[in-house]
């Protein structure tokens, strides 16, 4: 048993990533600010042993009092807000939580001595050049453009953790994610698939930006939240970067297809304006992981949706 603090824990990933390590007997402290999370995300975690929920601002310090956070473990940094809408609704405040949200948390790291792990993307790869990305590749962002808050903000705190790793020994350990869906994504988050979905679900249009020939790579939860602590329990001085995604690799227009054919919707499709800098191709190679995590994703595409669209069906009918 370990003792575990996950920030962001009361969104997506982090409410999978909590339930997980919950059930797996882990003491578990859950710090989030819920702008983008949720308590419904964790509430049934609530009530059970071992599990603590705690409000709190990554980009603020903890306090050096709050004995709970003492002796911890694990730390996994996930706080961060996601999606396009939310993290450009106050870009300021993005940077802020990405980069000094992950000077705090190295600083706990340090004094605890945890290990940590940082949830980084593929956005650290901008709009990618390379095709398909290995981690060998250093990106392509635009450092003024709408997205930058977000990637260089995630760049920024792979810096920071690699600083703290060579100047104070602190023991990081880093994931590159790619676009990842799943059961507990908030419906209004504004990403693509929960877009899809939903609107299909309530017979909406399903709306696709630009003319849909973009492409990304899409993982289903249980295998990226594997991954992630496959990564975080991985040898000492293995510290990544590494990319966690599925490599299948879809246009905007075949997951609209997709979800239609899943949901068996009649929606009709939509062309809406394409947001700037929005990347035109992304799939990871993940011959690292395999190699070192001797992990691989397992959910098809199909059967990710199916598994979503169950969940979104249940809780537009609750
Ligand atoms: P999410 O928006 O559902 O979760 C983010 C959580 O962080 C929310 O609970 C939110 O309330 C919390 N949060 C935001 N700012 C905070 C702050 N300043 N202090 C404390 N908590 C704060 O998004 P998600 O998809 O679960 O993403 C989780 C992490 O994984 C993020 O760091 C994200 O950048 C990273 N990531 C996710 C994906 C993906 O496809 N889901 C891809 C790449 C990287
Ligand atoms: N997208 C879309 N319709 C939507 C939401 C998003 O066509 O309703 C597109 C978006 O422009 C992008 C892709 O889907 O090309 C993935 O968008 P998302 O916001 O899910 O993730 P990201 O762009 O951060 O990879």
């Not at 004094?111 to 990618?128: F, K, M, N, W």
């Not at 453009?145 to 060579?166: S, V």
């Not at 997951?255 to 919707?265: E, F, N």
């Amino acid at each position: 048993m370990s003792k575990i603090l996950v920030t962001g824990g009361a969104g997506f990933l982090g409410s999978n990533l909590c339930a997980r390590l919950v059930r797996e007997g882990n003491e578990v402290i859950c710090a989030d600010n819920l702008f983008t999370g949720s308590l419904d995300n964790i509430r049934e975690l609530m009530g059970q042993p071992g599990f603590t929920f705690l409000e709190h601002d990554v980009a603020e310090p903890f306090d050096v009092q709050a004995d709970q956070l003492d002796q911890l473990d694990q730390i996994y940094n996930l706080a961060c807000p996601a999606s396009p809408p939310y993290y450009q609704s106050d870009p300021v405040k993005t940077a802020k939580t990405s980069v000094f949200g992950i000077i705090n948390m190295l600083e706990l790291a340090r004094r605890c001595h945890a290990r940590i792990l940082q949830a980084s993307t593929s956005e650290v790869y901008g709009d990618p050049q390379v095709h398909p990305q290995p981690e060998s590749y250093r990106g392509s962002v635009n450092p003024i453009g709408i997205r930058a808050c977000y990637d260089e903000g995630k760049r920024m705190a792979e810096t920071m953790m690699f600083d703290y790793h060579r100047m104070y020994d602190v023991d990081i350990k880093v994931i590159r994610i790619f676009n990842t869906y799943g059961p507990k994504m908030n419906p209004k988050d504004g990403r693509v698939v929960s877009n899809f979905i939903v609107q299909a679900l309530r017979g909406e249009d399903l709306t696709i930006y630009g003319d849909g020939s973009q492409t990304r790579s899409f993982c289903y939860v249980d295998d990226l939240i594997d991954g992630m602590v496959r990564m975080m329990n991985s040898a000492e001085g293995f510290c990544g970067p590494v990319n966690l995604g599925n490599p299948g690799e879809f246009t905007m227009l075949e997951l609209a297809q997709k979800v239609a054919a899943v949901t068996g919707s009649r929606s009709q499709f939509v062309f809406k304006e394409l947001p700037s800098d929005d990347p035109v191709r992304r799939k990871p190679v993940i011959e690292l992981a395999e190699k070192e995590l001797g992990w691989e994703p397992k959910v098809g595409l199909e059967e990710g949706l199916g598994k979503t669209a169950e969940y979104f069906r249940e809780l537009l009918n609750a």
